[in-house]
T-cell receptor, first 109, second 114 residues
Framework: GQNIDQPTEMTATEGAIVQINCTYQTSGFNGLFWYQQHAGEAPTFLSYNVLDGLEEKGRFSSFLSRSKGYSYLLLKELQMKDSASYLCAVLDSNYQLIWGAGTKLIIKP | GAVVSQHPSWVICKSGTSVKIECRSLDFQATTMFWYRQFPKQSLMLMATSNEGSKATYEQGVEKDKFLINHASLTLSTLTVTSAHPEDSSFYIC??????????FGQGTRLTVV
């Protein structure tokens, strides 16, 4: 079957760095997405990785290792507004998005 | 970035009536559109995937006769909740993708059935 695992909840301190991991087992791979979702709102796109390596975009970076079926989202200089759920999703061989359950990130002052 | 417009943002309807939700890609041609439902405190649940000009592919457990999806053009897909009941009250979200690009999401529609 297809499976995406990410931690249910994480807590971090304002100004610190946090890494949210995602492991996946899917039928084929055509890219991995990270989305941010605030409560009551639709998810917003953060990053897309299809090749191995690190993609940096401001305070957010995303890493992919296809051989390990592993990705992480790195958030630097955490701000209170970063408190949200972070969703990992994989585009499988049929170009269907397979979603993880999301990681709720709690930022403390 | 690309814009996906979903309408309406919220709707209240009486039990037994039907509700149509529109999803439009404003500045790109969406070859594929996805419809999701979000249950409280849970992640998004994919309901169906539709490719322009063909019938939607529904996920297991989703009633295709109840949730009618039409993707007649490259910029518009609609989800019609037929004979809505209170248990259909939820947050419905569409996303659209052009080819292999990233998927962009609409603002979501909060449906309340009374």
């Amino acid at each position: 079957g297809q499976n995406i695992d990410q931690p249910t909840e994480m807590t971090a301190t304002e100004g610190a760095i946090v890494q949210i991991n995602c492991t996946y087992q899917t039928s084929g791979f055509n890219g991995l997405f990270w989305y941010q979702q605030h409560a009551g709102e639709a998810p917003t796109f953060l990053s897309y990785n299809v090749l191995d390596g690190l993609e940096e975009k401001g305070r957010f970076s995303s890493f992919l290792s296809r051989s390990k079926g592993y990705s992480y989202l790195l958030l630097k200089e955490l701000q209170m507004k970063d408190s949200a759920s972070y969703l990992c999703a994989v585009l499988d061989s049929n170009y269907q998005l397979i979603w993880g359950a999301g990681t709720k990130l709690i930022i403390k002052p | 970035g690309a814009v996906v417009s979903q309408h309406p943002s919220w709707v209240i309807c009486k039990s037994g009536t039907s509700v149509k939700i529109e999803c439009r890609s404003l500045d790109f041609q969406a070859t594929t559109m996805f419809w999701y439902r979000q249950f409280p405190k849970q992640s998004l649940m994919l309901m169906a995937t539709s490719n322009e000009g063909s019938k939607a592919t529904y996920e297991q457990g989703v009633e295709k006769d109840k949730f009618l999806i039409n993707h007649a053009s490259l910029t518009l897909s609609t989800l019609t909740v037929t004979s809505a009941h209170p248990e259909d009250s939820s947050f419905y979200i569409c996303s659209a993708r052009a080819g292999d690009s990233s998927a962009f999401f609409g603002q979501g529609t909060r449906l309340t059935v009374v």
